[in-house]
């Protein structure tokens, strides 16, 4: 049980490059999300998933696709990298909500983007 | 949206010392975790507590919500604690969650 897991772990981008960071979780949760955590701050939601096919947009989703289609991974793309998007990006998943909304996180992905 | 404020910032102990951390919001919940981010950058959820309180080891952690607030225990402390303790609550369902600035602990040996 691998819990949940990103790829890759690091990555360097240039200005105006794409990329695609994959989340996958193996505990059969119905609820993924991606969030961007810069120095000092705490995490900002930037889209989330409340099951396969389905996604929605958090509080910074601007610059950022998302795609579930498979209900154990959840896809974050920048179509077009800016240095504002250099961030450490992590996924959760949870169950459900309530009591069952417990968020268990990934290692975080760690982009630079110059 | 609902504010989420921490305190203190950063916090250094003594190993073996006991503290606690608070966590204020600005609007009811029915939905609060207490996450600890380790040096290594690692995510661990620690408590899910909308109210009351729970134990888990050396830890505890206590939610009034009808005062809006949330307190961690830390007791004993070991350099293991050390990290980034964030509090976290729902933006506006009780699953999307907003999180603190966090409290920076160091425990020195």
């Known amino acids: 049980n691998a819990g949940v897991t990103q790829t890759p772990k690091f990555r360097v981008l240039k200005t105006g490059q794409s990329m695609t960071l994959l989340c996958a979780q193996d505990?059969?949760?119905?609820?993924m999300y991606w969030y961007r955590q810069d120095p000092g701050m705490g995490l900002r939601l930037i889209h989330y998933?409340?099951?396969?096919?389905?996604?929605a947009k958090g509080e910074v989703p601007d610059g950022y696709n998302v795609s579930r289609l498979k209900k154990q991974n959840f896809l974050l793309g920048l179509e077009s990298a800016a240095p504002s998007q250099t961030s450490v990006y992590f996924c959760?998943?949870?169950?459900?909500?309530?009591?069952?909304?417990?968020?268990?996180f990934g290692p975080g992905t760690r982009l630079l983007v110059l | 949206g609902i504010q989420v404020e921490q305190s203190p910032p950063d916090l250094i102990l003594q190993e073996g010392a006991n503290s606690t951390l608070r966590c204020n919001f600005s609007?009811?919940?029915?939905?609060l975790q207490w996450f600890h981010q380790n040096p290594w950058g690692q995510l661990i959820n620690l408590f899910y507590?909308?109210?009351g309180t729970k134990q888990n080891g050396r830890l505890s952690a206590t939610t009034v919500a009808t005062e809006r607030y949330s307190l961690l225990y830390i007791s004993s402390s070991q350099t293991t604690d050390s990290g980034v303790y964030f509090c976290?609550?729902?933006?506006?369902?009780?699953?999307?969650?907003?999180f603190g600035a966090g409290t920076t602990v160091t425990v020195r040996a």
């Open positions: 609007d009811s919940v029915n939905n």
């Open positions: 976290a609550v729902p933006l506006s369902n009780d699953y999307k969650l907003s």
């Open positions: 505990m059969n949760h119905e609820y």
């Open positions: 507590i909308p109210s």
């Open positions: 959760a998943s949870s169950l459900t909500s309530g009591v069952r909304g417990t968020q268990y």
């Open positions: 998933s409340v099951g396969e096919g389905t996604t």
